[in-house]
């Protein structure tokens, strides 16, 4: 069995569905996706493309087609796959309503492609998390009506707020009621606050960054202690948290302001982190720092930096019982998906 829990899918039927914001998603002579959002443009440059020499691919299709996924699955011997939104139409910077109206549109899209394949493919909801009041009735009705398994939410700047912030509680209670994790990731904010940036600095080490600051805002916020079985799983490898974990842990001592009961280590129950980290030195050190039973295959499958996770951990260096964790019981035990058992 191999699961992988990190891929996005961006349907064709969003387009449009927040009003004069858009989206406008396309596809250029290249065959680059190029997505359009209020002010803001955004290339999804692909970094791997395994396609034959002189051909483009049309990055759209293999975003929106499930039937492309399935068989790209089949090749791949990956059995069960986690989808998502594109963290580039969060869109908490906008108008409640018409967030609202939107995320739940691309629910709806999300759900339709997963019904594709009900045994192969999940999926998590998005919310308008600059509305607890809506975004805990579409997280109701993602879960009760739609089957979604989780709740895909930004790892920071939630309309200008931290993930610590109370006024994102109620969220974090349906979550527990329903008890499904949150998959936190990232977006680029030159995109959501259209500025400009170099060298793409706001992906190559935002995204570490943010994914660490999620962390570190989730632990000495207090929300654990609030929600003692609140379950987050943070992309990208963590970010800086394998690495710097025990900086945290020391260093969170002087934080005049923080409201966490125990030591920050003694919260790693609450979390799991994925292998996408592209050093197998670095891998290694993360399943040594965080221990296996924290581990999950989520490779970003067709996004710009991603790569084959199941090969990555053949890489490592584990017992027969760890690598059965990581490679699928995390994920299956995290999302509940017993029920989903691959290709027959």
């Given amino acids: 069995m191999q699961i992988n829990i990190h891929s996005h899918v961006v349907p064709r039927g969003i387009n449009g569905m927040a009003g004069h914001y858009g989206p406008d998603v396309s596809v250029d002579d290249t065959g680059v996706l190029v997505i359009k959002f209020g002010g803001s443009t955004f290339r999804a440059d692909r970094v791997q493309r395994d396609i034959p020499d002189g051909e483009q691919p049309d990055y759209w299709t293999l975003l929106s087609d499930p039937r492309i996924r399935i068989e790209e699955m089949d090749e791949k011997g990956i ?3 986690g989808v998502s939104g594109t963290p580039l139409l969060y869109v908490y910077n906008i108008e409640p309503q018409i967030a609202h109206t939107f995320l739940a549109s691309y629910n709806d899209n999300l ?5 594709h394949a009900p045994d192969r493919l999940f999926f998590t909801a998005m919310l308008p998390l600059q509305d607890a009041d809506l975004a805990v009735k579409e997280a109701h009705r993602a879960f009760g ?3 979604a398994r989780g709740l895909n939410i930004g790892a920071g700047d939630i309309a200008g707020r931290d993930l610590d912030d109370r006024s994102l509680f109620p969220v974090y209670q349906a979550a527990v009621e329903h008890d499904v994790p949150l998959f936190v990731h990232p977006a680029p904010t030159p995109f959501v606050h259209g500025t400009e940036e170099r060298h793409r600095e706001s992906i190559i080490l935002g995204y570490p960054y943010q994914e660490s600051s ?3 805002h989730l632990i000495l916020g207090g929300v654990f202690d609030e929600f003692p079985d609140l379950k987050v799983y943070l992309t990208h490898g963590g970010g800086f948290v394998p690495f710097q974990l025990g900086r945290i842990d020391i260093l969170s001592q002087i934080a005049f302001d923080r409201k966490n009961q125990r030591p920050v280590r003694e919260y790693l129950d609450n979390f799991y982190f994925d292998l996408l980290i592209h050093d197998k030195v670095a891998r290694q050190f993360a399943v040594d720092a965080v221990g296996a039973e924290r581990l999950v295959i989520g490779d970003n499958y067709q996004g710009m930096d991603s790569a084959d996770g199941f090969a990555y951990l053949d890489e490592l260096d584990l017992t027969p019982e760890q690598d059965e964790l990581i490679r699928w019981r995390n994920a299956s035990n995290l999302f509940k998906l ?6 027959t």
Avoid: K, M, T, V
């Fill in 79 to 81: 059995d069960i796959i």
């Fill in 111 to 115: 759900a339709e492609y997963c019904a």
């Fill in 145 to 147: 009506d739609l089957g």
């Fill in 214 to 216: 999620a962390f570190l």
């Fill in 338 to 343: 017993d029920g989903l058992r691959g290709p």
